[in-house]
């Protein structure tokens, strides 16, 4: 009996073994794999930073270039992971110094007007009150009571899910020093896959190489239009706070935008944090502020989020939405981001084929 068919019965008898374990124990079997996936979540968090800032490494890659003809592969290779890195620094920290001065000022304003602000807010529900003979307000004093005796417990929680997304950002922090890793070692790293895909896959390694450049390029315009449109989202949304003259027009628009990108519901969950802003100023004002938000919502999703992610992609608008809508419908928030480049990759794939009929 030779090696290779020794190895085929040991690795066959693993996996027979791995299914009967599943079978018999399958609580046991699903904790070990979501402790390996816990312990692999830096890896693949990484993996996926890599995608993204090997968009931007390429330019620049590509005008280091043009600038330093004589440099070698390797120093092009680290001038333009660092380059790319510093440049998304220097996003992050530019969004933090909008942010953060306008949110502490938001802040102290709160505090500093808060005896005005309550007694405010109490003659306003009372005059409601008196006019609402839905019994509307009894309804909501007696769910604010409910709330406050349930306020301990959900606070205890929170305290939960506060450590909870503390080793969220770590795992994030680690995953940015794996996808360092990743891109500086970029050229090795395919060239050990492409070997290992060339042996298991035979005559088609040409075929897959092809399908693996179609996926990679159909991702990569995703990423690309989703930042676009966020964009697009987060100047238009400042265009009109000015119109309209709501307050904290640039921090606000900084949060749509910055939500944006995730696709579609990204602005209703920036519009939460913006309207308890505008809120603290003025109640009516916050409610003609979520009008507005609806509004462009609307705008974004059936205007501007296929026109730009679908020219992008270069697939239609209207399979944009339907995308959108299964991937909702199927995988919820991972279907709605998955959604719309695999629709892509699909409508290629026909394109493809009847290309070749």
Not at 293 to 309: D, T
Not at 331 to 347: E, F, K, R
């Amino acid at each position: 009996m030779d090696k290779k068919t020794i190895r085929t019965i040991l690795f066959t008898a693993f996996i027979a073994a791995a299914l009967v374990a599943a079978a018999i124990k399958p609580e046991f079997f699903s904790g070990i794999l979501s402790k390996a996936a816990g312990l692999l979540m830096p890896l693949f968090i990484g993996a996926a930073i890599a995608f993204v800032m090997n968009i931007p490494m390429m330019q620049l890659r590509k005008l280091w270039r043009k600038l330093f003809k004589k440099a070698g592969e390797k120093a092009l290779t680290t001038l333009s992971v660092a380059a790319a890195y510093i440049l998304l620094i220097g996003v992050v920290a530019g969004i933090m110094w909008i942010i953060v001065p306008q949110l502490i000022s938001s802040i102290k304003l709160f505090f500093d007007n808060f005896d005005e602000y309550y007694s405010n807010f109490i003659g306003y529900c009372e005059r409601l009150e008196r006019r609402d003979t839905l019994g509307i307000f009894t309804a909501l004093r007696k769910a604010l009571e409910s709330f406050s005796k349930g306020l301990p417990e959900m606070l205890e929680k929170a305290a939960i899910k506060g450590s909870d997304i503390v080793g969220s950002v770590a795992r994030i922090l680690i995953g940015f020093v794996f996808s360092i890793y990743i891109l500086s070692d970029k050229e090795n790293i395919r060239k050990g896959v492409s070997v290992i895909v060339k042996k298991y896959s035979g005559e088609r390694y040409e075929a897959v190489c092809r399908r693996y450049r179609m996926v990679y390029d159909t991702f990569s315009r995703f990423v690309v239009g989703q930042i676009s449109e966020a964009l697009i989202l987060g100047v238009l949304c400042y265009i009109g706070m000015k119109i309209f003259r709501f307050e904290y027009a640039l921090l606000i628009s900084t949060i749509i935008g910055v939500t944006a990108l995730i696709p579609v519901v990204g602005a209703i969950v920036g519009t939460v944090p913006s309207a308890l802003l505008i809120f603290l100023i003025s109640p009516i004002r916050a409610i003609w502020f979520v009008v507005f938000i609806i509004v462009l919502q609307q705008l974004e999703n059936n205007l501007i989020y296929p026109k730009v992610v679908g020219k992008n992609l270069g697939i239609p608008p209207v399979l944009v939405l339907l995308a959108i809508m299964l991937g909702a419908g199927i995988g919820g928030a991972a279907g709605i981001l998955l959604g719309v480049p695999l629709m892509s990759l699909a409508y290629a794939l026909l394109l493809e084929k009847l290309a070749e009929e």
